[in-house]
Antibody, heavy 122, light 106 residues
């Protein structure tokens, strides 16, 4: 059974870069028909899509975050990563990684990690 | 991009039927997906492609779509169904979530 596990810095200072990794187990990052995505949820708020990455490294980002986001994939380690630059308190959230099912222009997440809390504070 | 509109809250008694709507013009041409999120947990997919139910999801969960509105229906609501529910869709710009609906089981 596929399992996703987020890890990374839980506390980030304002203006610095948030870095998270999602380790994939029980399946391959290179499986056809899937991509890999990051989603966040600020305290007491709804879900916000950040972006997704194909196993070949092609990326698609939320236009509202595009200027600050970089995603990458490490096939040798079966993991993918998120970097969010120039963070502010508004970036404080639970960050989830998930597997993304893509069919034509239809996307949905079928497997999620448990999430990791990131706090932006000095 | 566009917005998906959900009611902020729905309340039902155990055994009754809960319906949660999700509206957007784009839903006339796009599928809706539904996630259940219990407090402190990650979201779980409960409905995909408007009305399909993933394996392991109870049959009391069903979905439908007509025109610009998708609906999640929970028949015979149980106390364990109390959670936030999010609809989700997509377009060429990416993935969009509704604001979420809190289902309270009275």
């Amino acid at each position: 059974q596929l399992h996703l596990q987020e890890s990374g810095s839980g506390l980030v200072k304002p203006s610095e870069t948030l870095s998270l990794t999602c380790a994939v187990s029980g399946g391959s990052l290179s499986s056809g028909g899937y991509s890999w995505t990051w989603i966040r949820q600020a305290p007491g708020r709804g879900l916000e899509w950040i972006g997704y990455i194909y196993h070949n490294g092609a990326t698609y980002y939320n236009p509202s975050l595009k200027s600050r986001v970089t995603m990458s994939v490490d096939r040798s380690k079966n993991q993918f990563s998120l970097a969010l630059m120039s963070v502010t308190a508004a970036d404080t959230a639970v960050y989830y990684c998930a597997r993304l099912v893509i069919a034509s222009l239809h996307y949905h997440m079928d497997v999620w990690g448990k999430g990791t809390t990131v706090t932006v504070s000095s | 991009s566009y917005e998906l509109t959900q009611p902020s809250s729905v309340s039902v008694s155990p055994g009754q039927t809960a319906t949660i709507s999700c509206s957007a013009n784009a839903l006339a041409n796009q599928y809706a997906y539904w996630y259940q999120q219990k407090t402190g947990q990650a979201p779980v997919l409960v409905i995909y492609k408007d009305s399909e139910r993933p394996s392991g999801i109870p049959e009391r969960f069903s979905g439908s779509s007509s025109g610009t509105t998708a609906t999640l229906t929970i028949s015979g609501v149980q106390a364990e169904d109390e959670a936030d529910y999010y609809c989700q869709s997509s377009d060429s710009s990416g993935i969009v979530f509704g604001g979420g609906t809190t289902l309270t089981v009275l």
